[in-house]
């Protein structure tokens, strides 16, 4: 069984920065691919970033590039998830999801265990 648990979510305003954070138990966890989705009220789950076991490859949505770093941490269990330059449109729960094999994909049913998200808001 694996859990995982976000945190860093919060109210800032546009142009400010969060750190989110995902712990995770499971001795899996450095073996596993993980990611990063999003979903704001009224619309579908969508991707934000992902990231291979070793941490060496990360995918991003493009409505992201360039401002949001995925990273990870194996001998913590902890991946995370540097926002910078936030606006109103990265208002969303953000939740981390972990894939039980090393590769990273952007497609949600690929992701078998995830979060109970962290809400993120950004004022104008």
């Known amino acids: 069984q694996v859990q995982l648990v976000e945190s860093g979510g919060g109210l800032v305003q546009a142009g400010g920065s969060l750190r989110l954070s995902c712990a995770a138990s499971?001795?899996?966890?450095?073996?596993?691919?993980m990611a990063w989705f999003c979903q704001a009220p009224g619309k579908e789950r969508e991707f934000v970033a992902a990231?291979?076991?070793?941490?060496?490859?990360?995918y991003y949505a493009d409505s992201v590039k360039g401002r949001f770093t995925i990273s990870r941490d194996n001998a913590k269990n902890t991946v995370y998830l540097q926002m910078n330059s936030l606006k109103p449109e990265d208002t969303a729960i953000y939740y981390c999801?972990?894939?039980?094999?090393?590769?990273?994909?952007?497609?949600?049913?690929?992701?078998?265990?995830w979060g109970q998200g962290t809400q993120v808001t950004v004022s104008s």
């Open positions: 499971g001795r899996t966890f450095s073996r596993s691919a």
């Open positions: 990231i291979t076991w070793s941490g060496g490859t990360t």
């Open positions: 999801a972990r894939r039980g094999m090393v590769l990273a994909v952007r497609e949600a049913e690929q992701y078998d265990y």
